[in-house]
């Protein structure tokens, strides 16, 4: 059984930043892309940033380009985002999501065999 557990969410002021953890447990995680989503308060959910097996490719939405970094540390289990410069539109809740492999679309949600149950970042103005 594939465990993510997410941490580090808060309230932080507009241009503050923020760094969210994924722990993973179950699987061998080097093995795993792994991929951050978000949804704000009536939206669907959404991609944010997704990094490979080794930790060296990754790729953004185009909304948080420039200001959020998706790191890994495969000895440690732990998927990491760091998040600066934020803004009130950053508000969601935040899932960690793990992708054995066999995906074709790492912007897409159906991709993902594994979810964290996700944490709240709230950014006041």
């Known amino acids: 059984q594939v465990q993510l557990v997410e941490s580090g969410g808060g309230l932080v002021q507009a241009g503050g930043s923020l760094r969210l953890s994924c722990a993973a447990s179950g699987g061998v995680f080097s093995r795993f892309v792994m991929g951050w989503f978000r949804q704000g308060p009536g939206k669907e959910r959404e991609f944010v940033a997704v990094i490979g097996r080794s930790g060296d490719t990754t790729f953004y939405a185009d909304s948080v380009k420039g200001r959020f970094t998706i790191s890994r540390d495969n000895a440690q289990n732990t998927v990491y985002l760091q998040m600066i410069s934020l803004k009130p539109e950053d508000t969601a809740v935040y899932y960690c999501?793990?992708?054995?492999?066999?995906?074709?679309?790492?912007?897409?949600?159906?991709?993902?065999?594994?979810w964290g149950q996700g944490t709240q970042v709230t950014v006041s103005s």
């Open positions: 999501a793990a992708d054995r492999g066999l995906g074709t679309n790492y912007a897409r949600t159906y991709t993902y065999d594994y």
